[in-house]
């Protein structure tokens, strides 16, 4: 029997597999949907995830040329049932239209074998649509249809040449509660009646309109020329007034409403050529920058301009970031750094020469209050980083000075014993033999010490007070990671292992797991463990 899980299996094989597979496979699917239809073999809400996944592989591939239109001609049929036309809503319209401006080649970024015809049935089912968002019927904006607009803005006709007078119109009615009215400062974070958030609907539509206006090219558009700039200098004026505590970006106001997401519509221009010139051409930036000296809710601003930049293109945002990193204030410079432990997570390209120079610049933060807590979450992203052995390359390459930061710094002057030339780097200042003398003697002890005392405050379900241990009403799940062993870092490279071998580390080894001392045997057992797993050349001399 035809299940879900085939129809899905096809799928994925039309939108994740090569170009003739994923054609081969877009048309089973349609024809395998055209077979549903006519034995009703399956419900309809179990395909009804299929249609919009095929519009999206056919957007993947370009050139598909005939064979396209045999899919796109099933999926229409499918939508057509013989016996069984019903009221379609508006997504599945917007999905078929969608497929049928894939089919002409409407979008610019694909080509496909067709004459890019104009169809004034389809433009008028288009101003049907903008006329169902009440955009045009209604002044108010808060009585528009906000889920309709963001699907109409979505549409493939407003990137044709044939952007009539009706489209031109809508797209300006559509920025005007942004830009002008402040639409979103008289919207609560929360609705009231449901708890539920109410940002998505309202900032999905104002992003996705300065892309479209972005796309589109609006500057070669007298009527639609003058949109994105206006929007800007409104804004620059708006977060000018936020020096005196005033406008929409007034303290009570980012606490509450969605005038927060204002940034997000600026942000959306500092990932594109035509959106950084315009840009430029404002005083955006240096509205931030006055913002950032002196501001009655400035560390408020300061979050809300990080999370909306868009970094990696060694553009204006990056010293915006690292004017916040520096003038912060203890809080902000934090939260900063634990906003690029989210970079390094994603993994951000540019980590060499944007993220790391600004956490090392935050380990020598020593004369401002709350130093210690911005010197530590510093040191625990750069411990994160550097598990990757790139970035572990490139921090040797600065050597910042951390023998000074306690176990951590340490910690990560071991690692660099891992890189050879690192390695040879510390040998030569004899780092590597006192070292090696202080773990033979003692520190192997100590590490195992460390280890069980990590893993029993995972276990526990107490936590440690001022006084004493006491008992933690919401026992939260913690994590230990392994630390730093040196014989381990030793034991990765095969110079390390000659080093090893000339000191007699293996000999002794051997010594201390036929001791009667139970700490020795543990120590020797966290040796052997941590030289294997770090360094599986190592394995013939263990």
Known sequence: PLSRSKLDSVTHVAINGEKEEAILAAILVGELLQMVNKFNLITEQHIAHIQPLLVAAVAVHKGFGVESSQCITKLLNHRHRQGHVTKMSYQLKLIKDRVLKFKNGYYRNYQFRYNDGRDEHEERQHIRFMEDTKVFS????????????????????????????????????????????????????????????????????????????????????????????????????????????????????????????????????????????????????????????????KDTIMKCVIVSLTYGKENITDAIFSTILHRGSVTIRVFAIKFLRTLVRTGYQN?????????????????TSGAEEIVE?????????????????????????????????????????????????????????????????????????????????????????????????????????TPVHLFGELASFDAGIEKLQNENIFTMLNTMLESSDTLEIKAAAWLLAISQHLGMGSQKYL
């Open 138 to 297: 209604t002044e108010h904006a808060l009585d528009w249809d906000w889920k309709i607009i963001s699907s109409v803005l979505d549409l493939g006709f407003f990137r044709t040449q044939y952007r009539d007078e009706t489209c031109i119109r809508f797209l300006k009615r559509v920025m005007d509660p942004f830009s002008s009215k402040f639409l979103l400062v008289v919207i609560p974070y929360y609705d009231k009646k449901t708890g539920l958030g109410s940002s998505a609907k309202y900032t999905s539509v104002g992003i996705a309109l300065m892309n479209l206006l972005l796309e589109i090219g609006c500057s070669g558009i007298e009527e639609l020329k003058n949109l994105i700039p206006g929007f800007l200098n409104n804004m620059s004026a708006e977060l000018k007034k936020a020096k005196v505590g005033s406008g929409i970006f007034a303290p009570n106001n980012l606490r509450s409403t969605l005038v927060s997401d204002y940034f997000f519509m600026i942000g959306t221009l500092y990932s594109d050529v035509e959106g950084n010139k315009y840009l430029k051409n404002s005083d955006i930036f240096e509205t931030y920058i006055e913002l950032f000296e002196k501001c009655a809710n």
């Open 351 to 367: 980590f060499e020469k944007f993220i790391l120079p600004m956490l090392v610049s935050q380990l020598y933060a020593y004369n």
């Open 377 to 481: 979450e510093a040191l625990a992203v750069l411990t994160e980083a550097c598990q990757d052995q790139e970035c572990l390359e490139h921090l040797f390459d600065l050597f910042p000075a951390l023998l000074h930061l306690g176990d951590k710094g340490y910690d990560l002057v071991l690692r660099f014993i891992s890189i050879p030339r690192g390695f040879d780097h510390l040998s030569n200042l004899g780092f590597v033999d006192t070292e090696l003398e202080k773990w033979t003697r003692y520190k192997c002890l100590e590490y195992v010490r460390k280890v069980e005392v990590t893993i029993l405050e995972a276990l526990t379900g107490f936590e440690k007070g001022d006084a004493a241990f006491r008992s933690s009403e919401l026992k939260l799940t913690k994590y230990c990671f």
